[in-house]
C-alpha cells in the first residue's frame, strides 16, 4: 500500500485551527468520535434526539459503558436535544443506525431524518459526513438529495459531503476508535483532504483514502460480508461434520496447520454488523442486476444456526430421556457477544423461540445484560443469581468472563437427571468430561 493511500503518522496532526465538530446520533459510534475529537483539542457539540440519553450524559453518565463516565466528566463536549447544535458547525458527522427491515431491505429512515434535520441547521461552506453503514451510493443518492432539499444549498457549492465507516467494536479496547485504520472520503478531492487532516487530528493508526464514496460504502460492506462467509463455513462443516461423526474441532486444528488456512470457529452470528450488513450490498447488487448468491447463501447458513442450537438440545433432551413439554432449560449469556451488555440483534432470539415452540421452559442468567430488557426482549424468565437447581439442559449463549469460575462440581450436582450442556463456544468440553453432564457443541 502506497504512502499516499496509508499515512501512517508517529504523532496526529496538530489542531493548529480548533475546528467545530457536531456529531449527529450519540450512541456506541457517535460517543466515542465525540470523545475522540474533544480530546483532540477541538470544539464538540453532541447532538441526539434521545431526551433520556442526552440526560445521562449530562449527568456525567457514559450509557455506552464503553468509555466511562469519568471520560463523560472529564470532556468539554456540549450535548443537547436542540438542532442548533448543528448550526456553526464546520463538520456534522451522523453516526445514526441503519437498520434492515423484516424484508432484509435496508432501512434509512434514521439516515433520512438526520439529512434532514442537518440540512435545516446547516451553515453554508460546511461539511457532513455520513459514518453509518450504508448501501453503495447512499451517501450520494440518498443522503446529499435530503440535505439539499432541506437546505436550499446545492453539494459541491454551498456544502460538501464524505463517507467514512465506523470501524468501532463494542467492548474491545484493543481496537478503538484511535487503534484502527480510518476510511475516509469525500464528493471531490479538496473535501477527501480536508476530511484526512481533520480525522488525523483523532486516529493514530493512519488514514486510508478511498478514491470515491462507493468505494469507502463497498469497503464496510465486504469487511463483514467476508467474516460473515468464513464463519458459515466453518458452521456448515461443523453440521455436516456431525453427520459424518467426524470431530470438527480436530478437522479444524489438523486444517490449520497449513500455512494459509484462516481460523474461523463455528457459532452464533448476532449484532449490529455481520448480519446486517450483507443485505446493504445484496440489496444494492440486485438494483445493478445482479444476484450476489454466495453472500446470500452464507447469510442463510448464519441465519439458521440459532435453530440448529434448539434442535440440539432438543435431540440431546430427548436421549436423555427427558419430556420435552416437562423440561427445563437455562441459558447462560443472552447478548449479541461476550462481554458487552447489548441484547439487540442477538441471535439466542432464534434459539429461545425453537425451543418453546416444542413446550420447553426457558429461563435466562446474563451478568451483563439489563434483566428488565432481556425479560422484555425474549420474554422468558431471568435469574438474578446463577442457579442450576433442578434444569434439565444448560445453553452457553455468550461465553461472558463471569462464566470462567463457574464451579463445574456444583453445576453437576445441582442439575436435574441425565442433564445436557450445549456449548455454542466450545468453552467447557474439557471441564466436563469427567461428569454426568452430556455435552453437545457446534
Same mark, same amino acid.
Given at each position: 500500500?502506497? @504512502?499516499?493511500?496509508?499515512?501512517?503518522?508517529?504523532?496526529?496532526?496538530? +489542531?493548529?485551527?480548533?475546528?467545530? !465538530?457536531?456529531?449527529?446520533?450519540?450512541?456506541?459510534?457517535?460517543?466515542?468520535?465525540?470523545?475522540?475529537?474533544?480530546?483532540?483539542?477541538?470544539?464538540?457539540?453532541?447532538?441526539?434526539?434521545?431526551?433520556?440519553? *442526552?440526560?445521562?450524559?449530562?449527568?456525567?453518565?457514559?450509557?455506552?459503558?464503553?468509555?466511562?463516565?469519568?471520560? &463523560?466528566?472529564?470532556?468539554?463536549?456540549?450535548?443537547?436535544?436542540? #438542532?442548533? =447544535?448543528?448550526?456553526?458547525?464546520?463538520?456534522?458527522?451522523?453516526?445514526?443506525?441503519?437498520?434492515?427491515?423484516?424484508?432484509?431491505?435496508?432501512?434509512?429512515?434514521?439516515?433520512?431524518?438526520?439529512?434532514?434535520?442537518?440540512?435545516?441547521?446547516?451553515?453554508?461552506?460546511?461539511?457532513? !459526513?455520513?459514518?453509518?453503514?450504508?448501501?453503495?451510493?447512499?451517501?450520494?443518492?440518498?443522503?446529499?438529495?435530503?440535505?439539499?432539499?432541506?437546505?436550499?444549498?446545492?453539494?459541491? @457549492?454551498?456544502?460538501?459531503?464524505?463517507?467514512?465507516?465506523?470501524?468501532?467494536?463494542?467492548?474491545?479496547?484493543?481496537?478503538?476508535?484511535?487503534?484502527?485504520?480510518?476510511?475516509?472520503?469525500?464528493?471531490?478531492?479538496?473535501?477527501?483532504?480536508? =476530511?484526512?487532516?481533520?480525522?488525523?487530528?483523532?486516529? /493514530?493508526?493512519?488514514?486510508?483514502?478511498?478514491?470515491?464514496?462507493?468505494?469507502?460504502?463497498?469497503?464496510?460492506? *465486504?469487511?463483514?460480508?467476508?467474516?460473515?462467509?468464513?464463519?458459515?463455513?466453518?458452521?456448515?462443516?461443523? *453440521? +455436516?461434520? @456431525?453427520?459424518?461423526?467426524?470431530?470438527?474441532? $480436530?478437522?479444524?486444528? +489438523?486444517?490449520?496447520?497449513?500455512?494459509?488456512?484462516? @481460523?474461523?470457529? #463455528?457459532?452464533?452470528?448476532?449484532?449490529?454488523?455481520?448480519?446486517? /450488513?450483507?443485505?446493504?450490498?445484496?440489496?444494492?447488487?440486485?438494483?445493478?442486476?445482479?444476484?450476489?448468491?454466495?453472500?446470500?447463501? $452464507?447469510?442463510?447458513?448464519?441465519?439458521?444456526?440459532?435453530?440448529?442450537?434448539?434442535?440440539?438440545?432438543?435431540?440431546?433432551?430427548?436421549?436423555?430421556?427427558?419430556?420435552?413439554?416437562?423440561?427445563?432449560?437455562?441459558?447462560?449469556?443472552?447478548?449479541?457477544?461476550?462481554?458487552?451488555?447489548?441484547?439487540?440483534?442477538?441471535?439466542?432470539?432464534?434459539? &429461545?423461540?425453537?425451543?418453546?415452540?416444542?413446550? &420447553?421452559?426457558?429461563?435466562?442468567? /446474563?451478568?451483563?445484560?439489563?434483566?428488565?430488557?432481556?425479560?422484555?426482549?425474549?420474554?422468558?424468565?431471568?435469574?438474578?443469581?446463577?442457579?442450576?437447581?433442578?434444569?434439565?439442559? !444448560? *445453553?452457553?449463549?455468550? $461465553?461472558?468472563?463471569?462464566?470462567?469460575?463457574?464451579?463445574?462440581?456444583?453445576?453437576?450436582?445441582?442439575?436435574?437427571?441425565? #442433564?445436557?450442556?450445549?456449548?455454542?463456544?466450545?468453552?467447557?468440553?474439557?471441564?466436563?468430561?469427567?461428569?454426568?453432564?452430556?455435552?453437545?457443541?457446534?
Amino acid at each position: 500500500m502506497s @504512502d499516499t493511500k496509508l499515512n501512517r503518522q508517529s504523532e496526529r496532526y496538530k +489542531a493548529v485551527d480548533t475546528r467545530n !465538530v457536531c456529531i449527529v446520533g450519540l450512541g456506541y459510534v457517535g460517543l466515542p468520535l465525540a470523545v475522540g475529537f474533544d480530546q483532540a483539542g477541538h470544539n464538540v457539540r453532541g447532538y441526539d434526539i434521545s431526551k433520556a440519553t *442526552i440526560s445521562r450524559l449530562e449527568e456525567g453518565e457514559d450509557p455506552t459503558k464503553d468509555l466511562g463516565d469519568d471520560t &463523560i466528566q472529564n470532556s468539554d463536549i456540549n450535548f443537547g436535544t436542540d #438542532p442548533e =447544535l448543528i448550526t456553526d458547525a464546520e463538520y456534522v458527522i451522523i453516526t445514526v443506525p441503519t437498520p434492515v427491515s423484516d424484508e432484509k431491505d435496508p432501512n434509512l429512515d434514521y439516515v433520512k431524518s438526520a439529512a434532514r434535520t442537518v440540512g435545516e441547521n446547516l451553515s453554508p461552506g460546511s461539511t457532513v !459526513v455520513l459514518e453509518s453503514t450504508v448501501f453503495p451510493g447512499a451517501t450520494r443518492e440518498v443522503l446529499a438529495p435530503v440535505i439539499e432539499e432541506a437546505s436550499n444549498y446545492t453539494l459541491g @457549492d454551498e456544502f460538501s459531503v464524505g463517507y467514512s465507516p465506523e470501524r468501532l467494536v463494542p467492548g474491545d479496547e484493543k481496537h478503538s476508535l484511535e487503534n484502527v485504520v480510518k476510511i475516509v472520503s469525500g464528493c471531490n478531492k479538496e473535501t477527501l483532504d480536508d =476530511l484526512v487532516e481533520l480525522y488525523s487530528s483523532v486516529i /493514530d493508526a493512519g488514514i486510508h483514502e478511498a478514491p470515491s464514496l462507493e468505494v469507502a460504502e463497498a469497503a464496510k460492506c *465486504i469487511e463483514n460480508i467476508q467474516r460473515d462467509i468464513n464463519i458459515a463455513l466453518v458452521n456448515e462443516l461443523a *453440521i +455436516a461434520c @456431525d453427520y459424518l461423526g467426524v470431530d470438527s474441532n $480436530a478437522v479444524l486444528e +489438523a486444517a490449520g496447520t497449513k500455512w494459509n488456512f484462516h @481460523d474461523y470457529r #463455528p457459532g452464533l452470528v448476532g449484532g449490529h454488523c455481520i448480519p446486517v /450488513d450483507p443485505f446493504f450490498f445484496i440489496y444494492k447488487a440486485k438494483k445493478q442486476g445482479f444476484n450476489p448468491n454466495l453472500i446470500e447463501t $452464507a447469510r442463510e447458513v448464519n441465519e439458521y444456526i440459532p435453530e440448529h442450537v434448539a434442535k440440539q438440545t432438543i435431540k440431546g433432551l430427548n436421549l436423555s430421556g427427558k419430556v420435552l413439554q416437562e423440561s427445563k432449560v437455562l441459558i447462560l449469556g443472552l447478548t449479541y457477544k461476550p462481554n458487552v451488555e447489548d441484547i439487540r440483534t442477538s441471535a439466542i432470539g432464534g434459539t &429461545i423461540k425453537g425451543l418453546e415452540e416444542f413446550g &420447553i421452559e426457558v429461563t435466562g442468567h /446474563d451478568p451483563q445484560a439489563d434483566n428488565d430488557e432481556v425479560r422484555c426482549e425474549f420474554e422468558i424468565a431471568v435469574q438474578n443469581e446463577l442457579d442450576f437447581d433442578n434444569f434439565d439442559a !444448560v *445453553i452457553l449463549g455468550a $461465553a461472558h468472563d463471569e462464566y470462567e469460575s463457574i464451579d463445574i462440581k456444583t453445576m453437576s450436582e445441582e442439575l436435574g437427571e441425565n #442433564p445436557v450442556f450445549i456449548d455454542t463456544e466450545d468453552i467447557f468440553e474439557g471441564d466436563l468430561k469427567e461428569t454426568n453432564i452430556k455435552y453437545y457443541r457446534l
